[in-house]
């Protein structure tokens, strides 16, 4: 993988849809399951996507961003990237790293923390200069969020979402990773069609006692 290690089979299965549909110009939700892969290597497979699919639109940014809840889940992202792929140019964007232009490494990773203080910057008619919000300012070639929550508001093209708990609390904790990957199928990118279609037949069906139709078993 990019002069480091290599993945083994199973690994090298999983990198296949992700990278047909990146090539593909299209978003991908990527939730653990039987395989557990929640503890088995999202981390090393989604950087094998990152070397695999390197084809960047004209006039976007070739960047890929990481965001996660805090610094040590970005601290383990760095060690695995520097192990597997050690020829990628990977930016820790915090402390003395935000000087640098997060826009030329080819990963760049940040905390949510970080990514909601330049969304404030972003949204604030008073703030007019755009080095206190650039991750606002480009169109990104991927990013890939390692939580259930990401701001809406960044340009993409390609979105991955790594959790292996999609709906810890209840069937609403979809609806950021639906939104943020743009699921326009039935406009489920769109708060109240998603409570129409999903959460209120649920909630009905189990307040009800009445037998969960397979559509929503997996998801009990």
Same mark, same amino acid.
């Given at each position: 993988m ?6 083994v089979e ?16 299209m $978003? ?5 399951d039987e395989?557990?892969l929640?503890?088995?290597?999202k ?12 084809t960047?639109?004209?006039?976007m ?7 996660a809840?805090n ?8 060690a ?13 964007y915090?402390?003395q ?8 490494p ?5 905390t ?5 203080n330049?969304?404030?910057?972003y949204?604030d008619?008073?703030v007019?200069d755009?080095?206190n919000?650039p991750?606002?300012?480009?169109k990104?070639?991927?990013i ?6 990401a ?5 993409k !093209?390609?979105?991955?979402c790594?959790?292996g708990?999609p ?5 609403r904790d979809l609806?950021?990773?639906l939104? $943020? ?11 109240? !069609?998603?409570?129409?279609l ?6 009905y069906i189990h307040a009800?006692?009445q !037998?969960l139709?397979?559509t $929503?078993?997996?998801?009990?």
């Open positions: 990019y002069s480091g290690c290599t993945t199973w690994q090298a299965i999983r990198l296949f849809w992700p990278t047909i549909w990146g090539m593909a110009d $978003f991908f939700l990527w939730v653990s395989d557990c929640s503890v088995l290597g981390t090393v497979t989604t950087a094998a996507v990152i070397c695999t699919n390197r960047v639109q004209s006039g940014c070739p960047t890929t961003l990481v965001i809840p610094i040590g889940i970005l601290q383990h992202w760095l695995e990237l520097k192990r597997f792929a050690p020829k990628l140019d990977v930016l820790l915090h402390g790293g935000k000087r640098q232009d997060p826009g030329l080819d990963v760049t990773l940040l949510l923390s970080e990514l909601r330049q969304y404030t910057a949204r008619e008073n007019v755009q080095q919000f991750l606002y300012t480009k990104w070639h991927r890939v969020i390692v939580s259930a929550k701001s809406w508001a960044l340009k !093209s390609h979105a991955l790594l959790t708990t709906a810890q609390n209840s069937l609806f950021p990773l939104k $943020f990957i743009d699921v326009k199928t039935q406009g489920l990118n769109n708060r109240a !069609s998603f409570d129409t999903v959460t209120n037949p649920y909630c009800t006692s !037998s139709p397979s $929503f078993r997996s998801l009990r």
